[in-house]
């Protein structure tokens, strides 16, 4: 099954990739002027940084309205500009790597769309469209939402959501990949009909190394603890489901307070904030 069409220099300055069934000529009315996107009057700003820029727009596809966030990736400095031309721009290479992702069971933001300049324009920016999780909170704020909950709803939304993540994080490492951000951030979750699902996302953090694979599996995990020791919400109880589900997933059978060990040695896991702790046991 075709998932995208290939790119084409399609553009003036520009090259497009793009899911299965786009026209050619709405293609190149992407390439040919992706910032407009961002000046769209019914876009919504999610995230100005530094380097980037990302809205929550709809884009018409064949006909129809996708929902997606449009992220326009940079650079810091004219050096990093530099490097980043000569290699893969990092929307095409998150465009590819996504719907890698997708069809090994990953739970990703699935690519729309990805504009990257051609070689006589390496200096510009590149652009990614993933679709958008409509209802889905960053980790941090998926479990502050949760706190105004019931008991009973709480305590399995927080279960479940540990098991889910661990399962998510084992497939990732099962399948030889890595992701060095494992931030609250880069983690959504949303409830619906009763089911929690998470995804990974900013696949700028995410590669398949080569060398020293579990060494890069403890630093992921060493990440997500540090992010998740800010959250008061997060119980021990909550991280031995996680590591459990994680270890399962991943076809290891260490003991989880063997890697709660390791973890502990490769993090400088932070005080956790001064205020109340949610049971979630």
């Not at 293609?27 to 380097?51: C, H, M, N, Q, V």
Request: aromatic letters at 6%.
């Amino acid at each position: 099954m075709q998932l995208f069409a290939h790119s084409s220099p399609v553009g003036r300055g520009f090259r497009a990739l793009a899911i299965h069934g786009i026209e050619a000529d709405e293609l190149a009315s992407f390439a040919e002027a992706p910032e407009r996107i961002l000046d769209d009057p019914s876009a919504t700003l999610i995230k100005r940084g530094r380097s980037a820029l990302v809205v929550h727009v709809a884009l018409t596809i064949s006909g129809t309205a996708i929902q997606t966030a449009y992220k326009r990736c940079g650079s810091r400095t004219q050096l990093r500009r530099l490097v980043r031309g000569i290699r893969t721009s990092a929307a095409r290479r998150n465009f590819l790597l996504g719907h890698q992702l997708l069809s090994l069971g990953i739970a990703t933001p699935r690519p729309v769309l990805a504009v990257f300049p051609r070689w006589h324009n390496l200096l510009s920016p590149s652009f990614l469209a993933t679709e958008w999780i409509e209802g889905a909170l960053p980790l941090d704020a998926f479990t502050r939402t949760a706190v105004a909950w019931g008991s009973a709803r709480r305590r399995a939304a927080l279960r479940e959501t540990a098991r889910q993540l661990g399962r998510l994080i084992g497939t990732l490492h099962k399948h030889g990949y890595s992701h060095r951000d494992l931030k609250s951030a880069n983690l959504l979750v949303r409830e619906i009909n009763g089911e929690i699902e998470v995804f990974l996302v900013d696949l700028d953090g995410a590669s398949r190394p080569r060398f020293r694979i579990d060494a890069a599996r403890l630093k992921n995990l060493a990440r997500l603890q540090e992010a998740s020791s800010q959250i008061t919400a997060v119980t021990s109880t909550l991280r031995c489901r996680f590591l459990n589900a994680y270890l399962r997933t991943l076809g290891r059978h260490e003991a989880w307070k063997t890697i709660w060990r390791r973890l502990q040695k490769t993090s400088r896991i932070p005080p956790r904030p001064v205020g109340g702790r949610v049971d979630a046991h």
